[in-house]
Each structure stands twice: as C-alpha cells, then as structure tokens.
C-alpha cells in the first residue's frame, strides 16, 4: 500500500489540479496538507503576512477541508518549517512521497531542495500556468525578453490552454489509525469587519471563486473589462479574479475555459480579449522566473549588482499614507484597510516609492507581499522589478507622474476622498 503526502501551495483547489490528481490515482492512501509559514518578521520591521492574507487564506483553506471532507478526506493544517513538519509527517503516517505544485522562485525551490535532501521523494508538477510551457514555440531558456514578442509568438502559433480537468470523484483515504491533529488557533487576529469601502468584499476558497467567475460571466462585465481596468475604486472595474488564482482557489484555465464559452454565446470583443492578454502577463512573469530565477531576486535584478538607495523613515511614510501625496496617499490608507488595491494605483504607489522617494523597490515588494490578499511571489517581484527598471521593461522602466495620474484618473477627486482617512 503506498501512502502519498499531498502537499497543498498555492493550488487550494480540487479541480484542474493535475498533481492532485497524479496523486489520487497513485496512492491507496492520502494524506492532505497545508503548511502555514512561520511567523516572521521581514528585514524592513514588519511581519510578513498581515491580517488581511491571513484571513482571506483561512476562508480557502476552509472551503477546501469542507471539500475534501465530502470526500471522506481530511486536511491536515501544519504550523512552522514547512520541511520539518512534512518530514515528521511522513515518518508518522509512513509516506515515503510527496506530491506538490512546483513554484519556480528561489525561497519555494529551496523548500524542495531541502525535502529531497531528507531523503524523501518529492514529485512536483508544473500546474500554475495558463498555458503549458511544453506547448510553446520556444523551451524556457528561449522564452523572448520582451512581453510583446512572448505574446505576438504565442498568437501566431495559436497556442490554446488545455481543457481545465474535474475534480477528482474520489480521495483516497487517510492511512488506517492516523487521526490529523485539531489545528492550531491562529495566534495573530483578522480584521474583525470588512471596510466597506473595499473593492474586494468576497471571500477566499474556489467555492466563492466559482460564484464569483458565474456572476461576473453572467452580466457579461468581459465585454466592458478594458473599458473600465484602469479605473481606481469600483468593484466590476476589473475582474478581480487574482485573490482567487494566488491562493489557487481558481486555475487560469478554468477562466479561460468558461471565457471561451461566454465569448461563444455572446460574442468576443476587445474587452473579452483583453482578459486573455492580461492572464498572458501573468504567465510571462511565471516563465521569467523559470528563466532566470534567482537573478530576478537580486537587488538590482538583471542589470548588474549595485543596491538601490533607500530611506527608512521615508519608506515609513510611504507605507502609513503620510506621503504628502494625496492620490499616493490615499492608495496606501486603501491597501492597508482592504488588502487590496488596482492595478493603476499599484503602478502609481510603486513609481512613487523608487522614482520619487528613492526607496528600495524590495521594500515596497515586501510591504505588498505583506498587504496583498492576492500576493504572488511572481507577479509581485516581477511587476515591482518592471516599474524600478530592473527587470525586462523595453523602456528601462515606468515613472508614473502623480499629478497626471491625478488628473486622468482621479480628476473630480472621488477616490482620494473615499480614501481620505485610514
Ligand atoms: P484584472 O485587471 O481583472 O486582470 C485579470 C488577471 O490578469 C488578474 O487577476 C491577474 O491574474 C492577471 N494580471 C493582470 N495584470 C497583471 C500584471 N500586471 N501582472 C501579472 N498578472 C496580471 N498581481 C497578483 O496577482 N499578485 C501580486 O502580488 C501582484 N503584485 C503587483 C505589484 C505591482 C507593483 C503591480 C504594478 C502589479 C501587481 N500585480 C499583482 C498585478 C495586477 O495589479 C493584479 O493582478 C490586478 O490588479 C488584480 O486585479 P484583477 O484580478 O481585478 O485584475
């Protein structure tokens, strides 16, 4: 009888979940885990996963283990070094493999490289994408530098997304006699209500994600997507479908797959196609990652090894809304209310911070890793090299000026006055 460990990332999901189902049909029995990261302060003076990722992870996580509850499984939540405590794991239940998602950035490799180190087996399977890397017109290491070319490439070969798969009917069994320990009571407290003025009032977990994908595809709000994206505050502004594909609540291609089918019954348009391009940025910043890896992670990413200037008590102000600048402002008093902020105001915060303050992008990062309910190591690190100039940006950079900002996108002031106060 073989018994697997699988292990749970950022892929909280039982449907389209390839390794998942790699392992339910290897394994007679199933131990299901999640690892909670270990309490950490970040080098810049503040903890590494704040309140609201927390809770928006709790609310999949639940969902989750009432999935797999329906299934005569069981999660299993582990607090602390994900190594040691899926190595103690596997000496207690007696699984001699582990089955994952691979995430191609440096701290996740590290992981995997570590449990092969114990001697255990570690099978990790390449899901997070939309589309296969094997499917496209180039290997990793040839994946073109610029977005556009990536893009222009991928079109013209008509590269497709495979179909998203069912969630598996059956999980196999928890090993005979193992009873999951009760999991631990969170130590650090959520927001206890939701601030009214979010832009995000949905809950983590792929049920909420599945309701939301329905909704949204039902009053064909694809159709007016590129239209309204940029726009700073509204809750149908965007698609809002990033807190659900960072925790993996929801796949890339299960989207596409029931985008194609909107667009199929009511017609593509720009708008509908724009949603495809953006999930294509999501997938370059992946595959930039399984290119260069950790040289993305050096202070000065790929152009060369000098440190960014920085200034703490400038920093500080930046992250608190006490800039001076009140589209920035107001965008910094939003993410740290909601967890969440638009992707305008994420480029405008972001060039605030390097261009105008002279601040370490890598703080800035890790403030958003911090903030984000959708924090995804790939697009967060990328997107943040791309604006400070040291990543593939063709323009060697994006400055945003606040006052044109202010007046395109927040001319009659509406949302520095809905974020005017903390
Ligand atoms: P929509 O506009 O509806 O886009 C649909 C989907 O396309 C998104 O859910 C996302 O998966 C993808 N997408 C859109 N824009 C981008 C982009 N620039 N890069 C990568 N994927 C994109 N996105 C994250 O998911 N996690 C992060 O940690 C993150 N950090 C960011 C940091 C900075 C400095 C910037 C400028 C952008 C960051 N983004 C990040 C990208 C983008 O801002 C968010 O994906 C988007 O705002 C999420 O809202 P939405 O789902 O409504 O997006």
């Given at each position: 009888?073989?018994?697997?460990?699988?292990?749970?990332?950022?892929?909280?999901?039982?449907?389209?979940?390839?390794?998942?189902?790699?392992?339910?049909?290897t394994?007679?029995?199933?131990?299901?885990?999640?690892?909670?990261?270990?309490?950490q302060?970040?080098?810049?003076?503040?903890?590494r996963?704040?309140?609201?990722?927390?809770?928006?992870?709790?609310?999949?996580?639940a969902?989750?283990?009432?999935?797999?509850?329906a299934?005569?499984?069981?999660?299993?939540?582990?607090h602390?070094?994900?190594?040691?405590?899926?190595?103690?794991?596997?000496?207690?239940?007696?699984?001699?493999?582990?089955?994952?998602?691979?995430?191609?950035?440096?701290?996740?490799a590290a992981?995997i490289?570590?449990?092969?180190?114990?001697?255990l087996?570690?099978?990790?399977?390449?899901?997070?994408?939309?589309?296969?890397?094997?499917?496209?017109?180039?290997?990793?290491?040839?994946?073109?530098?610029?977005?556009?070319?990536?893009?222009?490439a991928?079109?013209?070969?008509?590269?497709?997304?495979?179909?998203?798969?069912?969630?598996?009917?059956?999980?196999?069994?928890?090993?005979?006699?193992f009873?999951?320990?009760?999991?631990?009571?969170?130590?650090?407290?959520?927001?206890?209500?939701?601030?009214?003025?979010?832009?995000?009032?949905?809950?983590?977990?792929?049920?909420?994600?599945?309701?939301?994908?329905?909704?949204?595809?039902q009053?064909k709000?694809?159709?007016?997507?590129?239209?309204?994206?940029?726009?700073?505050?509204?809750i149908?502004?965007s698609?809002?479908?990033s807190?659900?594909?960072a925790?993996?609540?929801?796949?890339?291609?299960?989207?596409?797959?029931?985008?194609?089918?909107?667009?199929?019954?009511?017609?593509?348009?720009?708008?509908?196609?724009?949603?495809?391009?953006?999930?294509?940025?999501?997938d370059?910043f992946?595959?930039?990652?399984r290119?260069?890896?950790?040289?993305?992670?050096?202070?000065?990413?790929?152009n060369?090894?000098?440190?960014?200037?920085?200034?703490?008590?400038?920093?500080?102000?930046?992250?608190?809304?006490?800039?001076?600048?009140?589209?920035?402002?107001?965008g910094?008093?939003?993410?740290?209310?909601?967890?969440?902020?638009?992707?305008?105001?994420?480029?405008?915060?972001a060039?605030?911070?390097i261009h105008e303050?002279?601040?370490?992008?890598?703080?800035?990062?890790?403030?958003?890793?911090?903030?984000?309910?959708?924090?995804?190591?790939?697009?967060?690190?990328a997107?943040?090299?791309?604006?400070?100039?040291?990543?593939?940006?063709?323009?060697?950079?994006?400055?945003?000026?606040?006052?044109?900002?202010?007046?395109?996108?927040?001319?009659?002031?509406?949302?520095?006055?809905?974020?005017?106060?903390?």
């Amino acid at each position: 009888m073989s018994t697997v460990i699988y292990w749970f990332r950022n892929d909280l999901r039982l449907a389209d979940n390839p390794a998942l189902r790699h392992a339910c049909q290897t394994a007679s029995r199933l131990v299901p885990v999640y690892c909670h990261a270990p309490d950490q302060t970040t080098e810049w003076g503040f903890e590494r996963v704040g309140p609201h990722r927390r809770q928006f992870l709790a609310g999949g996580l639940a969902d989750l283990a009432a999935q797999l509850g329906a299934r005569g499984s069981a999660l299993v939540e582990l607090h602390g070094d994900p190594v040691g405590s899926l190595a103690a794991l596997a000496h207690q239940t007696g699984a001699r493999q582990i089955v994952c998602e691979a995430i191609a950035a440096p701290e996740e490799a590290a992981e995997i490289a570590a449990l092969h180190a114990t001697g255990l087996d570690v099978d990790c399977h390449w899901q997070s994408t939309l589309l296969d890397p094997d499917s496209l017109p180039f290997t990793s290491e040839r994946l073109p530098d610029v977005f556009t070319a990536f893009r222009q490439a991928v079109e013209k070969a008509g590269i497709a997304p495979r179909l998203p798969l069912p969630a598996p009917a059956l999980v196999p069994p928890l090993p005979d006699g193992f009873a999951p320990a009760p999991v631990a009571p969170n130590t650090q407290p959520f927001p206890t209500t939701a601030d009214p003025r979010s832009a995000f009032p949905f809950a983590g977990g792929a049920s909420a994600a599945e309701a939301h994908l329905a909704q949204y595809l039902q009053r064909k709000l694809p159709h007016t997507y590129k239209a309204t994206r940029n726009r700073l505050a509204g809750i149908d502004d965007s698609s809002k479908f990033s807190p659900w594909l960072a925790s993996g609540a929801l796949s890339a291609r299960q989207i596409m797959a029931r985008l194609k089918a909107f667009e199929a019954e009511h017609g593509a348009n720009e708008g509908s196609y724009w949603l495809w391009f953006e999930l294509l940025w999501r997938d370059y910043f992946r595959l930039l990652h399984r290119k260069y890896g950790r040289r993305l992670y050096r202070a000065s990413g790929l152009n060369g090894h000098h440190a960014p200037a920085h200034n703490p008590d400038v920093f500080a102000r930046w992250r608190t809304g006490q800039t001076g600048e009140a589209l920035v402002d107001a965008g910094m008093r939003e993410l740290a209310a909601t967890g969440y902020l638009s992707n305008r105001m994420r480029q405008i915060v972001a060039s605030y911070l390097i261009h105008e303050c002279a601040c370490d992008w890598r703080a800035g990062a890790a403030w958003f890793e911090a903030q984000l309910i959708d924090y995804d190591v790939c697009s967060n690190h990328a997107n943040w090299l791309y604006i400070a100039g040291h990543g593939t940006d063709p323009r060697g950079g994006r400055r945003f000026n606040p006052d044109k900002q202010t007046r395109e996108y927040d001319a009659d002031g509406r949302y520095r006055a809905l974020w005017s106060r903390p």
